[in-house]
């Protein structure tokens, strides 16, 4: 069984290295060029892992440029696997393989399509998630089911942590689904339309911009939801952007009834404890000008200084 594999994230190399080391054919492995990093935050590196294999590679600005197409069609792949990909594929592409074109989606599909799924997983408070593998069509993120695997969530969890759950399924579901694949037995279900919930939009840099008038506790989710791989949320310290990885939500009950938003109450080693528009805000860890210590950056002297603009 030829495979051909289309991917450009962190998701994507994990799932191509464990397809490599099963042993599966892999003939011709696509990427984005390397001008596309400012657009993907967790866009990898596969020229390492297809020269281990003897791959060949193609680095592309859009897969349905019609020299892709053409080294698509000359290769004759029996199945495309399309693993964290953000650009839709054409009829021509979709029409090649003749036992279809395998897609993920890190959502409950048919409930949530669209993009940034996962931090608008954590954005919209979702308790339970999945990962879908389905077959493209013509249509957005609407194709047959091959696969679908629940897991659940919990306050806890953030980007980072969900990410790494749709890794680790991700290869398992795919490891099981290339055997299905390959001896006919793979499922097969459509998508009951009347499932479907919202289509989320496009989350840009700009989404990550914190309010401090905001609640601690919405605060709070936007930096779960944009921490790596993604930008992170961010603010202003001194005119100069200062991004917050991870914090630590303060039950209003145990803080002053009343707080100053985006006021620097309390600065330690390791920590700030930030007033927002209902509470406060430990953040404990962040990135600012090169730097990630809090000694480096913060002094006794910034208690009292507001951040953001």
């Known amino acids: ?46 020229s390492n892992l297809t020269k281990k294999y003897g791959i060949k590679h193609v680095q592309v600005d859009n897969i349905n440029d019609r020299e892709n197409v053409k080294l698509l069609k000359e290769i004759n792949p029996d199945l ?28 409950e599909l048919p409930k949530y399509r669209g993009r940034a799924p996962i931090p608008w997983t954590i954005i919209k408070n979702l308790k339970e998630s999945a990962l879908t593998f389905f077959y493209i069509d013509e249509g957005v993120d609407d194709g047959d089911i091959l696969d679908q695997r629940k897991f ?22 795919l490891l099981d689904n290339l055997v299905y694949l390959k001896d006919g037995n793979a499922m097969r279900r459509k998508q009951n339309q009347n499932e479907f919930i919202e289509n989320w939009p496009k989350r840009t840099m700009n989404d990550g911009k914190i309010n401090w008038c905001d609640s601690t506790e919405k605060i709070h989710t936007l930096i779960r939801a944009t921490t790596h791989p993604y930008p992170g949320a961010f603010t202003e310290f001194k005119n100069q952007k200062l991004i ?17 938003p985006g006021i620097i109450e309390q600065i330690n080693n390791d920590n700030i404890l930030v007033g927002t528009g209902k509470g406060m805000l430990r953040i404990l860890q962040i990135s600012y000008q090169g730097e990630d210590e809090f000694n480096k950056i913060f002094s006794t002297s910034d208690i009292g200084t507001k951040l953001g603009s």
Do not use: C, R
């Open 244 to 260: 917050i990885w991870k914090s630590e939500f303060l039950n209003n009950s145990i803080t002053k009834p009343y707080s100053n």
């Open 152 to 173: 659940a969530l919990s306050e806890k969890d953030d980007a980072t942590s969900i990410y790494k759950i749709m890794i680790d399924l991700g290869k398992e579901m």
């Open 1 to 46: 069984m030829k495979i051909a594999f289309i991917g450009g994230v962190e998701f994507s190399h994990e799932l191509l290295s464990v397809t490599l080391s099963n042993g599966w054919d892999i003939s011709i492995v696509f990427s984005y060029e390397d001008s596309k990093e400012k657009y993907y935050s967790d866009m990898a590196s596969f």
């Open 80 to 107: 495309i696997l399309v693993m964290g990909w953000s650009q839709l594929l054409a009829k021509e592409i979709i029409k090649i393989p003749k036992l279809g074109v395998i897609g993920s989606h890190p959502t």
